[in-house]
T-cell receptor, first 115, second 111 residues
Framework: NAGVTQTPKFQVLKTGQSMTLQCAQDMNHEYMSWYRQDPGMGLRLIHYSVGAGITDQGEVPNGYNVSRSTTEDFPLRLLSAAPSQTSVYFC??????????????FGEGSRLTVL | GENVEQHPSTLSVQEGDSAVIKCTYSDSASNYFPWYKQELGKRPQLIIDIRSNVGEKKDQRIAVTLNKTAKHFSLHITETQPEDSAVYFCAAAGGGNKLTFGTGTQLKVEL
């Protein structure tokens, strides 16, 4: 198993450009999520999905879009990049124990710089 | 929504001493409380978790306690070793399946 795979690992964008961070998991997890990590602010939830075709907003969704057309993939789209979106982005997936969330498995992270 | 506060933000201990990190949460419906360890430049990884029907859980040198009435939970690491040096995050999740993280504790174990 590859686990959770994120691409790209590094990206530099100019303000106003758009891009997509890819995330794929091969563990058949129903739950997938995107977090951003900034110094001193921990991990903040951007968007999450509890299954194919279902997405919902987290704490900091503005400026980001997601879709979940398959169980395996959960891409994160930056519509018009801003310097405030400079961060490290983590994709994470999990299973459900009944209705309860299980362990989150994280990807290696994607470091995004917006100039 | 859920708000998780974590203290201290930095913690320095001598090798062999114990370390305690504390978190409080705001949503009384939260029922899952994991702890993650993140080494420098690496991804967060689960080290222990507890659900709301349990008050304490241990795994070798690591233990977590939960006080639902006070809405706080703590991570205890005994006999600390240099490889325990990392950033530790607490988190809380409720029925909405949103896992909210604390701001992290940088633990440094000194020789």
């Amino acid at each position: 198993n590859a686990g959770v795979t994120q691409t790209p690992k590094f990206q530099v964008l100019k303000t106003g450009q758009s891009m997509t961070l890819q995330c794929a998991q091969d563990m058949n997890h129903e739950y997938m999520s995107w977090y951003r990590q900034d110094p001193g602010m921990g991990l903040r939830l951007i968007h999450y999905s509890v299954g194919a075709g279902i997405t919902d907003q987290g704490e900091v969704p503005n400026g980001y879009n997601v879709s979940r057309s398959t169980t395996e993939d959960f891409p994160l789209r930056l519509l018009s990049a801003a310097p405030s979106q400079t961060s490290v982005y983590f994709c994470a997936s999990s299973y459900f124990l009944g209705a309860a969330l299980g362990e989150l498995f994280f990807g290696e992270g994607s470091r995004l710089t917006v100039l | 929504g859920e708000n998780v506060e974590q203290h201290p933000s930095t913690l320095s201990v001598q090798e062999g001493d114990s370390a305690v990190i504390k978190c409080t949460y705001s949503d009384s419906a939260s029922n899952y409380f994991p702890w993650y360890k993140q080494e420098l430049g690496k991804r967060p990884q689960l080290i222990i978790d507890i659900r709301s029907n349990v008050g304490e859980k241990k795994d070798q040198r690591i233990a977590v306690t939960l006080n639902k009435t006070a809405k706080h939970f703590s991570l205890h690491i005994t006999e600390t070793q240099p490889e325990d040096s990392a950033v530790y995050f607490c988190a809380a999740a409720g029925g909405g399946n949103k896992l909210t993280f604390g701001t992290g504790t940088q633990l440094k174990v000194e020789l």
